[in-house]
């Protein structure tokens, strides 16, 4: 709860004007509770972006998200938000694969080094499944590292 508090917090402190991201797109790996894999961010524009994640954690499931980025005070770190969904194979604990679909919400902070090609990354990100491993996921907690382009 207290990491929960801390990026609204975060949040908070953000600017109100928007200035153009440290990057447009980044390609690298995520490491999280339930969502392991390989992870692509593309910047629509200044704000937007869609981030994509292949997991191979506990199956193999493809995520789809829609994030809204806001710059903070500090240069390169961003605070962002989203929602999208999942489609899958989710393994369970007796080794068959159920097919599985659901929705998503992300929070989390961004931050581009200076004169380098790295973006690191702190999130959260529940899920709803509906169809198949059914339930809501509110445990995975990630960071990611990105090569930036």
């Known amino acids: ?14 600017t109100t004007t928007l200035k153009a ?8 790996l995520r490491g999280g509770a339930s969502a392991s894999g390989i ?7 200044r704000a937007d972006a869609i981030e994509g994640l292949l997991s191979f954690q506990r199956g193999v499931n493809f ?13 390169g770190l961003n605070f962002y938000y989203g929602a999208g969904g999942n489609i899958g194979s989710w393994e369970k604990k007796n080794r068959k694969d159920r097919f599985t679909v659901g929705v998503d919400g992300v929070i ?15 999130d959260y990100k529940p899920c709803l499944n509906f169809i198949g491993h059914t ?8 960071f990611n590292v990105r090569v930036a382009f």
Do not use: H, T
């Open 108 to 122: 989390g902070l961004d931050y581009k080094i200076e004169n380098a090609p790295i973006v690191l990354g702190v």
């Open 63 to 75: 995520y789809a998200l829609y994030e809204r980025n806001v710059p903070l005070n500090a240069k």
């Open 39 to 45: 992870s692509g961010k593309f910047f629509l524009n």
């Open 135 to 142: 339930g809501f996921k509110y445990y995975d907690f990630g």
């Open 1 to 14: 709860m207290k990491k929960i508090f801390l990026l609204f917090l975060f949040a908070g402190i953000a």
């Open 21 to 28: 991201q440290d990057y447009n797109w980044g390609i690298g």
